[in-house]
């Protein structure tokens, strides 16, 4: 049976985190895959397309476009993003009624869908901006995502029913359906339209909800129903209407084979990696309508991106500079202090996509032709080899810009730092490439606008401002691509050949942008090699020194476990005072604090909090490992969550005794041990240090016949200069050291405990027994009051089935995990003192945040390399 007396046993790593396998790397790269190929695979179809109109001719079509139709387009978008906006008033109205006002409400769904669109992901980006704005209303997580799925259900049966009206109306014409047949294209449309309305009517009778395993999610009521289908209508008739009225006369037919297309080409830029599936988009749009090889069309589709993409973010920055400054004011009141709290968290990604959006500015100049005259003019002024140089370093600058952005969606403090910075060298170099002052302006306004929003950027961690997730590398490369086709289609003129990429001459920008493309996937390759070799969660933290303030806390805390500070593997944050600490270690991007902070009643909830505030300012997630159930009011009041670990099992020194039935197995336990010659003693920590290396001895064979190696953080671990802190407790044989624990006392002998427990194999079956025996009948004569004997992992957990799904899944391990940890053995070991049980908890983050927590303390413990 294993020991289970070490608190290595009372590790959550082994068997409350299991290190379960991560997901196949192919699942995990499928859709980032997927995503770029169809970016890929739609800018080439654009080339084919456009392969016999050049920028000039998109330049003259551009001009040709009416004041009207422009007008009307304006206009249209604004219906859109009105329609956009009552999705989310009728589900808030549904999921949460009165949590968020309606103004508010319809304002994150708007300004929320401008960023969303602008940036691409709508699933992710879309659903994370509300996650931000909806929990400082108080909103929880799981109505959040009902929310954003309520939201969703709008846009897919709006998109259903007007499939559904197209295939009656006229079904030979609807785009990927026309072969089908013409009576199953009747009969398809007939029951979308039925399924639909027959739907509406269903949930005009009561309450609904659909269930997806155990997810419950509420349903609009009927007339919520028709208002969001309504929504969802006008939002993308007026969406489609935008490059309808846009479009070249007679180019297309009837509008609603035109809306249905259009509504296809959004599915298809959703599935691509590309921000706002920049390019798919363009290519379904084409395709479907047959508009090959029309200047026309290309500047109509430039145009709706201008209209449709970037006014709504125009405005969206506009309004939340306006938030800035009335935040500002020392006096707030009313629905305005609501809109500022609400808006706040819009800031950090709608600033991303100002960078973003500044990178693409610098790309696209970069696959352009540079002005003849003004290339003429700064030649007399810059040598030829220092506007080649500033071409390549904008190009450089631009693909930097496009990868910090995600810094800033993370409200990194560095990240804005450098995003300014970059701005401002992009300008400059823009100058210094061609005099190209339209986008140095356009970047100087963007660092402009960032100084703006310098509160929102506060976390000041050590994360790399310039680290990315892969589907944001995704995004980058399919901007990458899409820059190279601007490029491929400016110079399509010039012949290709192999001395163009040595041909240096104020006027060869065709080689200058071939050179400045090897560059940017060459930056694009190198930031790839980072996302895959330097994981954040290897980051453990390593040995240091403890503060000299740390040992006289430690020795004030009734609590045995604060012991644990002395170890050398944690950092500390301190009260102002200096009378209390939080001590804890960095894994992934968890801040993991141990236990709660030790330290006066008086000053542990401010110290709690400002552990709280300092991960939220370094961009990571605030984690207490091993909290005491009469702690967790606090923590539920910062936002977090609690999973139960466990149960600590604390025997009442007071009523401890080897009398009676039940102590059978003790008693004989101390007999046997005197006749085999075992003798009990305890070493002062001032002997220790002379009996360090036969202490040593016996910890290596025991660490020889256990798996695995040496923990850390929340167990002790074999370490001369910790292990000088404590009183050791012996057995002796023939006066040789078999077995020892080192001794945590508790401050005015509240408790005492053990941390490391280890011992000669084959000495004696019951070496265990008689040492907590022995050692306990030791404490209850010294006066302590309790006998701390550690954690029994996953033990008393609700397999009930209204239970958590940690709970449950934890009380499967409990019950079928026998074959790769004794839980049943280390509880019944001990049972048989007769402790109280009292359950300790891990305390985090909710939602998607609580499996990367659970990944960061398994790491934390487990996974750093064995120390010396």
């Known amino acids: 049976m294993t020991t289970g007396v070490e608190r290595t046993e009372a590790s959550l790593s082994a068997?409350?985190?299991?290190?379960?396998?991560?997901?196949?790397?192919?699942?995990?790269?499928?859709?980032?895959?997927?995503?770029?190929?169809?970016?890929?695979?739609?800018?080439?179809?654009?080339?084919?397309?456009?392969?016999?109109?050049?920028?000039a001719d998109v330049r003259g079509a551009l001009s040709a476009v009416s004041t009207a139709d422009l007008v009307m387009a304006v206009l249209l978008t604004g219906l859109s993003f009105a329609a956009v906006s009552l999705y989310d008033v009728v589900a808030v109205d549904t999921i949460a009624p009165g949590r968020v006002t309606?103004?508010?409400?319809?304002?994150?769904?708007?300004?929320?869908?401008?960023?969303?669109?602008?940036?691409?992901?709508?699933?992710?980006?879309?659903?994370?901006?509300?996650?931000?704005?909806?929990?400082?209303?108080?909103?929880?997580?799981?109505?959040?995502?009902?929310?954003v799925g309520t939201s969703w259900f709008a846009l897919w049966f709006a998109l259903a029913l007007m499939v559904g009206a197209a295939l009656l109306v006229d079904p030979t014409e609807v785009p990927v359906l026309r072969d089908l047949g013409l009576a199953a294209e009747i009969a398809l449309g007939a029951a979308l339209v039925?399924?639909?309305?027959?739907?509406?009517?269903?949930?005009?009778?009561?309450?609904?909800?659909?269930?997806?395993?155990?997810?419950?999610?509420?349903?609009?009521?009927?007339?919520?129903?028709?208002?969001?289908?309504?929504?969802?209508?006008?939002?993308?008739?007026?969406?489609?209407?935008?490059?309808?009225?846009?479009?070249?006369?007679?180019?297309?037919?009837?509008?609603?084979?035109?809306?249905?297309?259009?509504?296809?080409?959004?599915?298809?830029?959703?599935?691509?990696?590309?921000?706002?599936?920049?390019?798919?988009?363009?290519?379904?749009?084409?395709?479907?309508?047959?508009?090959?090889?029309?200047?026309?069309?290309v500047a109509a589709l430039l145009i709706y991106r201008l209209i449709y993409t970037v006014l709504p973010l125009v405005l969206t920055v506009v309004a939340l500079l306006v938030v800035e400054a009335v935040r500002r004011r020392d006096a707030i009141k009313g629905p305005t202090r609501e809109f500022v709290r609400v808006f706040e968290p819009m800031v950090p990604p709608t600033v991303?996509?100002?960078?973003?959006?500044?990178?693409?500015?610098?790309?696209?100049?970069?696959?352009?032709?540079?002005?003849a005259d003004r290339l003429t003019v700064l030649n007399d002024f810059v040598p030829l080899p220092f506007i080649e140089m500033s071409h390549l370093a904008a190009t450089v600058v631009g693909v930097a810009l496009l990868v910090i952005a995600r810094g800033l969606a993370k409200r990194l403090w560095r990240a804005w730092l450098v995003s300014i910075g970059l701005l401002v060298a992009g300008a400059l170099f823009s100058l210094l490439k061609g005099l190209d002052w339209e986008e140095a302006v356009i970047l100087l306004v963007l660092a402009v606008l960032l100084l703006g929003f310098r509160h929102a950027f506060y976390r000041r961690s050590g994360i790399n401002?310039?680290?990315?997730?892969?589907?944001?590398?995704?995004?980058?490369?399919?901007?990458?691509?899409?820059?190279?086709?601007?490029?491929?289609?400016?110079?399509?003129?010039?012949?290709?050949?192999?001395?163009?990429?040595?041909?240096?001459?104020?006027?060869?920008?065709?080689?200058?942008?071939?050179?400045?493309?090897?560059?940017?996937?060459?930056?694009?390759?190198?930031?790839?090699?980072?996302?895959?070799?330097?994981?954040?969660?290897?980051?453990?933290?390593?040995?240091?020194?403890?503060?000299?303030?740390?040992?006289?806390?430690?020795?004030?805390?009734?609590?045995?476990?604060?012991?644990?500070?002395?170890?050398?593997?944690?950092?500390?944050?301190?009260?102002?005072?200096?009378?209390?600490?939080?001590?804890?270690?960095?894994?992934?991007?968890?801040?993991?604090?141990?236990?709660?902070?030790?330290?006066?009643?008086?000053?542990?909830?401010?110290?709690?909090?400002?552990?709280?505030?300092?991960?939220d300012?370094?961009?990571?997630?605030?984690?207490?490992?091993?909290?005491?159930?009469?702690?967790?009011?606090?923590?539920?009041?910062?936002?977090?969550?609690?999973?139960?670990?466990?149960?600590?099992?604390?025997?009442?020194?007071?009523?401890?005794?080897?009398?009676?039935?039940?102590?059978q197995d003790l008693r004989t336990a101390v007999r046997r041990a005197e006749r085999e010659g075992l003798e009990f003693s305890i070493i002062s920590r001032e002997e220790v240090v002379a009996a360090m290396d036969e202490l040593r001895a016996v910890s290596d064979a025991w660490l020889a016949i256990k798996s695995g190696s040496e923990k850390g953080f929340s167990l002790g671990y074999f370490d001369p200069a910790y292990l000088q802190h404590f009183d050791m407790a012996v057995l002796r044989k023939e006066g040789r050291i078999v077995a020892f624990a080192n001794l945590w006392r508790g401050a005015d002998r509240h408790e005492i405990s053990i941390d490391l427990m280890r011992f000669l194999p084959n000495v004696s079956r019951i070496i265990m027994d008689a040492l907590f025996t022995r050692l306990m009948l030791h404490a209850k004569a010294e006066g302590y009051q309790w006998f701390d004997l550690g954690a029994a992992p996953l033990s008393g957990l609700v397999d009930r089935r209204g239970a958590s799904r940690w709970n449950r899944f934890g009380s499967f391990l409990y019950r079928r995990?026998?074959?790769?940890?004794?839980?049943?053995?280390?509880?019944a070991f001990k049972q048989k003192f007769g402790p109280v049980w009292t359950p300790h908890y891990l305390v985090c983050p909710g939602g998607f945040d609580t499996a990367k927590v659970l990944v960061d303390v398994t790491t934390l413990i487990s996974g750093r390399p064995k120390l010396p």
């Open 817 to 827: 995990g026998g074959s790769f940890y004794h839980f049943d053995g280390l509880k």
């Open 465 to 615: 401002p310039f680290a990315i997730t892969w589907g944001w590398l995704a995004a980058v490369c399919a901007t990458l691509i899409a820059s190279v086709w601007l490029g491929l289609l400016a110079y399509r003129h010039v012949d290709y050949a192999n001395t163009l990429w040595f041909d240096f001459a104020t006027e060869a920008n065709a080689p200058r942008f071939l050179r400045a493309s090897v560059v940017a996937f060459a930056v694009l390759a190198a930031v790839g090699l980072d996302v895959a070799i330097h994981r954040r969660t290897e980051r453990v933290q390593k040995r240091s020194d403890v503060p000299p303030e740390v040992a006289p806390i430690v020795a004030a805390s009734p609590h045995t476990a604060s012991a644990l500070a002395l170890l050398g593997d944690k950092r500390f944050l301190f009260s102002p005072d200096k009378r209390g600490f939080v001590m804890y270690a960095r894994s992934g991007g968890s801040l993991i604090a141990l236990g709660e902070p030790v330290a006066p009643p008086d000053i542990m909830a401010d110290l709690a909090w400002s552990f709280r505030d300092k991960a």
């Open 102 to 147: 309606r103004p508010v409400a319809a304002a994150v769904g708007a300004a929320g869908y401008a960023v969303s669109n602008a940036l691409g992901f709508p699933l992710l980006t879309g659903g994370a901006l509300r996650y931000h704005v909806y929990k400082s209303g108080g909103i929880e997580l799981a109505d959040i995502g009902r929310i």
């Open 15 to 55: 068997p409350g985190l299991p290190n379960a396998e991560a997901a196949p790397a192919w699942k995990r790269f499928l859709p980032i895959v997927i995503g770029v190929a169809i970016t890929l695979a739609a800018f080439v179809a654009l080339e084919r397309m456009v392969s016999e109109i050049s920028l």
């Open 617 to 663: 300012r370094e961009a990571e997630r605030p984690v207490f490992y091993q909290v005491r159930p009469e702690s967790l009011p606090l923590f539920l009041d910062m936002g977090l969550v609690a999973l139960k670990l466990g149960e600590v099992a604390r025997v009442d020194l007071t009523k401890f005794n080897t009398d009676g039935p039940k102590r």
């Open 352 to 371: 991303a996509v100002l960078a973003f959006a500044g990178g693409i500015v610098l790309l696209a100049s970069g696959s352009t032709p540079g002005i």
């Open 194 to 297: 039925i399924g639909v309305v027959g739907f509406v009517v269903w949930l005009s009778y009561g309450d609904r909800r659909a269930s997806v395993g155990k997810l419950s999610l509420p349903l609009p009521s009927g007339n919520g129903a028709l208002v969001q289908i309504a929504a969802g209508i006008v939002d993308l008739a007026a969406a489609a209407g935008v490059l309808y009225v846009l479009l070249p006369e007679n180019s297309v037919g009837s509008f609603v084979l035109f809306a249905v297309v259009f509504a296809v080409a959004v599915v298809v830029g959703v599935a691509s990696s590309a921000p706002g599936g920049l390019g798919a988009f363009e290519a379904t749009i084409v395709i479907s309508l047959g508009l090959q090889n029309r200047a026309d069309v």
